[in-house]
């Protein structure tokens, strides 16, 4: 059968976004000790003691036609400071949501995330003729959502209770999208906060 999204390695000036492999755990769970971001109890980074199962977890998604992940390469160190994801891919439909994103926290505030959503994003909607691509988080991530509103998707709304944490408590899930029609605007957006950054 064939894939709507295809493994593709895509580097920007700050980053490279190259597949997951299963033998970037360990490289992934060093990212992860910078800032201890499995502490959050919002996100869903993995532990370095985790982060084995994390990946085989993204790799049987990929084998499923669900997700294609990648690990986040800085350009400048060769190190690899973090993890995103196309997620939720609905091949006939040609959506996806580019989710699981997280930077190691020294690498946070930097022209890198623009940088990887631009290139993402651009893949999807210029390549693969997305016709929407959505962006997920906790209610209770306010950092993620301001990041996600000046990207330039929309809020599409808040799905209440839609997931059990891990503590026992329920993630309310506010749902965002840019969509083809948006999409010049929004990446002229995207260049500009670059060009700022440089």
Same mark, same amino acid.
């Given at each position: 059968?064939?894939?709507?999204?295809?493994?593709i390695?895509?580097? #920007?000036k700050y980053a490279t976004l190259e597949p997951l /492999? /299963?033998? +970037?755990?360990?490289?992934? #769970?060093? /990212?992860?000790?910078? #800032?201890e971001l499995w502490k959050l109890w919002f996100t869903g980074v993995p532990s370095p003691e985790i982060v084995k199962t994390y990946v085989e977890d993204a790799l049987t998604m990929f084998d499923r036609h669900t997700a294609m992940s990648f690990i986040i390469?800085?350009?400048?160190?060769?190190?690899?400071? #973090?993890?995103?994801?196309f997620c939720n891919i609905e091949e006939h439909s040609q959506r996806a949501e580019i989710g699981y994103t997280w930077y190691a926290k020294s690498y946070q505030r930097s022209p890198i995330n623009t940088e990887c959503k631009l290139m993402l994003l651009t893949h999807a909607f210029e390549q693969l003729e997305a016709i929407a691509v959505e962006f997920r988080? +906790?209610?209770?991530?306010?950092?993620s959502r301001r990041a996600i509103e000046r990207l330039g998707a929309k809020q599409d709304g808040v799905l209440r209770n839609h997931q059990k944490m891990a503590d026992g408590s329920y993630r309310d899930t506010v749902v965002f999208s840019i969509i083809n029609h948006e999409w010049s605007s929004v990446k002229n957006g995207l260049e500009f906060k670059l060009k700022e950054k440089r």
């Open positions: 059968m064939d894939r709507w999204i295809e493994p390695t895509l580097k #920007g /492999a /299963a033998d +970037h755990a360990s490289e992934l #769970g060093e /990212a992860s000790k910078d #800032g390469r800085d350009n400048k160190s060769g190190k690899i400071i #973090g993890s995103t994801r988080t +906790h209610w209770h991530n306010q950092a």
